[in-house]
């Protein structure tokens, strides 16, 4: 069997070594500090159990269900559906078509994205997200589109991010017309039964061997094979992956290239809030991003005991 090396047992890590090990490979999964999961977990304070990242997956997804099903994790889709932009007051998003009935949009902006299959123009060589998105749709619409999705999904610059790299089923041909395409098949967003911990630990059984406590210290060539120096030794693989944050990943290789130069990790910071329900008056949902006006402080919430009315005890939020 081929030989991988995962260095980091963030949730990344763990899906790549599940997914590795799907595929017949013999896996070692190396972790720096005494438990999986990276910056994923639960904080559990006063019947409250709040998420320290990513709690939900939006379902289904041809990469991603095989490798939760090899795991045993189990999803099941979130009551609480309906979403808001925050842009001085929480404007409820309609399903569907979302940004053409926000009242955030002019009735100008709104028909140019309509005509997007008609008006919609290439952004040139490697547009960022926004670029792609203004392009496609106008300046209005673009630029709401680009932040809510940056945001949403990365906690990200929408003119930082690589449009192919970010969304690359949207990078080619028009964006309208693909999306009437896929409307049979739309996604649910979903959570792991059980929790965002009780998922990492499924993928840690299901990754292989994982060693918590011995941190990958660098990583190089042996012949046509790779060298991991640890924090107890070595080791020899076939594949190595690297799934820590940029500045690490950079620290470990002899020549990082881009990883160094153009790669950065965001300052974002997660906060929990909970109290008694009828003091939180905020309505029933998924929860807000906010809009490209915003300052930026606050990039969205996500309303936690909506989504999983596990996560607080009866009367709380």
């Given at each position: ?19 590795r090990r799907r595929r017949g490979d013999d896996v070692l999964v190396l972790e720096a500090s005494d438990r999986p999961g990276g910056v994923a977990g639960v904080v559990e ?241 998924f929860g807000f991003l906010s809009g490209p006006d915003h300052d930026g402080t606050v990039l969205g919430c996500v309303f936690e005991s909506d989504v999983d009315p596990s ?7």
């Amino acid at each position: 069997m081929r030989r991988t090396v995962v260095v980091g047992a963030g949730l990344s890590g763990l899906l790549g070594a599940v997914e590795r090990r799907r595929r017949g490979d013999d896996v070692l999964v190396l972790e720096a500090s005494d438990r999986p999961g990276g910056v994923a977990g639960v904080v559990e304070r006063d019947g409250h159990r709040i998420p320290t990242a990513v709690a939900s997956l939006r379902l289904p997804d041809p990469a991603l269900d095989p490798i939760l099903e090899a795991a045993a994790v189990e999803t099941v889709p979130v009551a609480a559906s309906a979403r808001f932009i925050a842009d001085g007051a929480l404007h409820r998003l309609a399903p569907g078509w979302d940004l053409l009935t926000t009242s955030l949009v002019g009735r100008s902006g709104k028909l140019r994205a309509l005509l997007e299959p008609v008006l919609g123009r290439s952004a040139g060589e490697a547009p960022t997200v926004g670029e792609m998105m203004r392009s496609r749709f106008g300046e209005e619409v673009g630029d709401l589109a680009a932040t809510l999705m940056t945001r949403g999904v990365f906690a990200g610059d929408p003119d930082h991010l690589s449009a192919a790299a970010a969304f690359p089923s949207l990078s080619e041909g028009s964006i309208v017309l693909g999306a009437i395409r896929r409307g049979a098949s739309r996604k649910a967003t979903c959570v792991p039964v059980g929790g965002v911990d009780g998922m990492i630990s499924r993928l840690a059984a299901a990754a292989g061997e994982v060693r918590l406590g011995e941190a990958a210290l660098s990583v190089s060539r042996h012949g046509n094979r790779w060298r991991v120096e640890t924090s107890t030794g070595r080791e020899i693989a076939d594949r190595v992956i690297l799934a820590v944050s940029p500045p690490v990943a950079a620290s470990m290789l002899a020549d990082p290239g881009p990883v160094g130069e153009r790669w950065h990790p965001l300052p974002v910071a997660v906060v929990g809030l909970a109290g008694h329900a009828d003091r939180i008056p905020y309505p029933h949902g998924f929860g807000f991003l906010s809009g490209p006006d915003h300052d930026g402080t606050v990039l969205g919430c996500v309303f936690e005991s909506d989504v999983d009315p596990s996560a607080a005890p009866p009367g709380r939020r």
